[in-house]
């Protein structure tokens, strides 16, 4: 329930940054000692899940501009993006290190300390358990012998010692209990959430660009061109991910597509080369400027592709038949539609 009102919950922009200043000092912190602390993961997991909702972070965004002057506004939000870029490259530099961690793991073996706690217990009821079971013997033996004196002083030690035995086996149940609840707590914050981290800052990046592109790019750094809106792009990804391409999420694809820096590769599988060949000339051709032969000769280098193979065959798809090539025409179809859909 709490997890639940945590996601779901509106936020103040300002809260965000000294959260995020927390978050690349853990990420420095990993990266130096090349281990990850549960508390660390922790509050990784937790900032994730607090500020993962973009609407959200837009209305923050809005309700920050309505009541601040515009100077404040850059100056904060000039300062959020440095930070928000900050930890993008952090974990683009260190990406594969980053997704490696076996973050289920150090959720799973917090409950070390317990352990520990439950080995000394379960001796001493063991031993317990021991001096119950043996006095419980001489019990049986000295009724065998009709001692009745002996049997006496048994029966009130087996007594004695049962009682002790239940109070030790119930503080090592209660160990057992805690140990669960705390593996449980733990497991929640097991997902491995730094790929997902990333992908939520370069959409808060857009977020931001959309509101003060100009103003921050003029003042603090180089404006990017972008070639193609996120709303294209995302079409194309959702068309085409996983089909014509190996899946990536859609910010990479926006990055590669609009040759933004990115370590991310876009590449093509099996036998969807003419198909990926059509695609990129109708990008070519939706470029309204003389940039189309760079942007195209940059792509086309990026991927790997010679000239002279794209140049032969990027038609292939366009005068498909439907009797000729029935998945080439329903690709053409497709992607013809994306881009008449868009304005």
């Not at 937790?46 to 100077?71: M, P, W, Y």
């Not at 609840?181 to 929640?188: A, F, G, M, P, V």
């Not at 014509?244 to 820096?261: A, T």
Request: aromatic residues 12%; negative net charge.
């Amino acid at each position: 329930m709490e997890e639940n009102k945590t996601q779901g919950s509106l936020y103040q922009i300002m809260d965000i940054l000294p959260k995020y200043t927390k978050i690349n000092e853990i990420y420095q912190n990993v990266l130096e000692d090349k281990v990850l602390h549960f508390d660390e993961q922790q509050q990784i997991v937790t900032f994730f899940k607090q500020f993962r909702s973009l609407e959200n972070f837009e209305k923050a965004v809005l309700d920050f501009i309505t009541s601040k002057d515009k100077e404040k506004q850059l100056q904060f939000f000039s300062i959020l993006r440095k930070v928000i870029k900050k930890n993008i490259e952090k974990y683009n530099n260190n990406r594969n290190s980053l997704d490696s961690i076996d973050t289920f793991e150090i959720c799973w073996d917090r409950t070390n300390s317990i352990e520990s706690k439950i080995k000394v217990q379960e001796k001493h009821t063991n031993n317990q358990y021991i001096e119950l079971r043996d006095t419980k013997n001489s019990l049986e033996s000295a009724s065998w012998k009709g001692d009745e004196e002996r049997v006496g002083e048994l029966e009130k030690k087996v007594n004695k010692f049962s009682n002790l035995y239940k109070i030790e086996q119930e503080k090592l149940d209660e160990l057992y209990r805690e140990k669960e609840k705390l593996r449980q707590e733990s497991l929640k914050f097991a997902d491995n959430v730094f790929g997902k981290i990333c992908e939520l800052e370069s959409s808060f990046l857009l977020v931001l660009n959309n509101y003060f592109f100009d103003e921050i790019s003029s003042n603090s750094e180089p404006k990017q061109k972008e070639y193609f809106g996120m709303q294209l792009i995302s079409s194309i990804h959702k068309e085409c991910n996983g089909v014509q391409f190996e899946n990536l999420n859609v910010i990479d694809f926006y990055n590669i597509l609009n040759l933004q820096p990115t370590i991310a590769k876009l590449i093509i599988r099996n036998r969807e080369k003419e198909r990926t060949y059509h695609l990129i000339s109708k990008l070519y051709d939706c470029i309204q400027s003389d940039e189309n032969k760079e942007w195209r000769t940059v792509l086309l280098d990026q991927l790997g592709i010679k000239w002279e193979i794209y140049n032969s065959k990027y038609k292939t798809v366009s005068v498909s038949s439907e009797e000729g090539n029935r998945k080439n025409k329903e690709f053409k179809d497709v992607i013809g539609s994306i881009f008449n859909n868009i304005s």
